[in-house]
């Protein structure tokens, strides 16, 4: 006859304690490691081109990018979601232009006049 095999009893795993942050006046750590991963981006590289095209105050479209980088598409919405937004935490806002989608890295600070004026408009 066989045995019926127990099962191993599991310790109750340690529940963890979510300290409560306060707001101080120094920046995020999101914000200062991307000021700092943009500090040590290499110049003359395909990526400090496009950060460099974003941050012109025209902005720049999806083909322009493109065109200067040898990028497909999707390469280009790629960098946009995953280098730029989250690697080093940028504000990417994209507005429609004549050309197509005009895309754009602003600050923070423009961010919050810009969020008040669509509620305002609202």
Do not use: C
């Not at 009893?9 to 942050?21: F, L, N």
């Amino acid at each position: 006859m066989t045995s019926a095999k127990s099962k191993r009893k599991t310790a109750p795993r340690s529940v963890k304690v979510k300290a409560v942050k306060s707001r101080s006046s120094k920046p995020s750590v999101s914000a200062r490691i991307a000021s700092s991963a943009l500090e040590r981006m290499r110049t003359g590289t395909k990526n400090a081109q496009v950060i460099a095209m974003l941050r012109d105050r025209a902005g720049a479209t999806v083909a322009a990018i493109m065109a200067a980088t040898g990028w497909q598409q999707h390469s280009v919405r790629g960098f946009f979601a995953g280098v730029v937004r989250k690697k080093l935490g940028l504000n990417l806002v994209s507005e429609p232009g004549d050309d197509g989608r005009i895309y754009r890295i602003i600050s923070d600070t423009a961010t919050s006049a810009k969020a008040g004026q669509v509620k305002q408009a609202a």
